[in-house]
């Protein structure tokens, strides 16, 4: 059960756009639609920020967006804003045998 | 509001035991699969159990495989980690979270279960 591949760290200035990517394989990320993601900040529990792939929760800003190609799905946060600094998790269905796999995890940085 | 709060954990010996629970309120708990997941000091996520609805099925990550089990009583809205023969590298902040299709909206404030002599 291997964790998907996360970029350790990010960064971008305010106002600006930084995409992190989560890479998978073809029996997991690449197989299904069920890829989130998660923000979480420091000492706090992780909140849902994107689900099946692009969808957002009520309440999520639409500075967030998802993607996925092949086995690589990415966040993107655009307008960055002070408060996006956080660590972001990815996480997908890995089929019968992995059942469930997160990345490793981003480090966005609000330079 | 949907609430979830954990309790449970401390410090446990290696090879000891800990029971985790996680109270629920503000939604209808007997509707929803439930999860836990666990995250190491200074570390990543990482998904450790669910199980449906009515509790018969179960589903478990490899390293926690015949140590660990998950259980819920829907009268007390309560969702339950039996977590037995403990190794060092399970010290963790451990979340109790809701669950739908492999994505997560509700999640505890987590509770620290630190595996140590």
């Known amino acids: 059960q291997s964790a998907l591949t996360q970029p350790p760290s990010a960064s971008g200035s305010p106002g600006q756009s930084v995409t992190i990517s989560c890479t998978g394989t073809s029996s997991d990320v690449g197989a299904y639609i069920y890829v989130s993601w998660y923000q979480q900040h420091p000492g706090k529990a992780p909140k849902l920020m994107i689900y099946e792939v692009s969808k957002r929760p009520s309440g999520v800003p639409d500075r967030f967006s998802g993607s996925k190609s092949g086995n690589t799905a990415s966040l993107t946060v655009s307008g960055l804003q002070a408060e996006d600094e956080a660590d972001y998790y990815c996480?997908?269905?890995?089929?019968?045998?992995?059942?469930?796999?997160f990345g490793g995890g981003t480090k966005l940085t609000v330079l | 509001e949907v609430q979830l709060v954990e309790s449970g954990g401390g410090l446990v010996q290696p090879g000891g035991s800990l029971r985790l629970s996680c109270a629920a309120s503000?939604?209808?708990?007997?509707?929803?699969?439930m999860t836990w997941v666990r995250q190491p000091p200074g570390k990543g996520l990482e998904w450790v159990t669910k199980i449906n609805q009515e509790g018969n099925e179960k589903f478990y990550v490899d390293s926690v495989k015949g140590r660990f089990t998950i259980s819920r009583d829907n009268a007390k809205n309560s969702l339950y980690l039996q977590m037995n023969s403990l190794r060092a590298e399970d010290t963790a902040v451990y979340y109790c979270?809701?669950?739908?299709?492999?994505?997560?909206?509700?999640w505890g404030q987590g509770t620290l279960v630190t595996v140590s002599s």
């Open positions: 503000g939604f209808t708990f007997g509707n929803s699969w």
């Open positions: 979270a809701t669950e739908a299709y492999w994505r997560h909206d509700f």
């Open positions: 996480l997908s269905y890995g089929g019968s045998n992995s059942f469930v796999l």
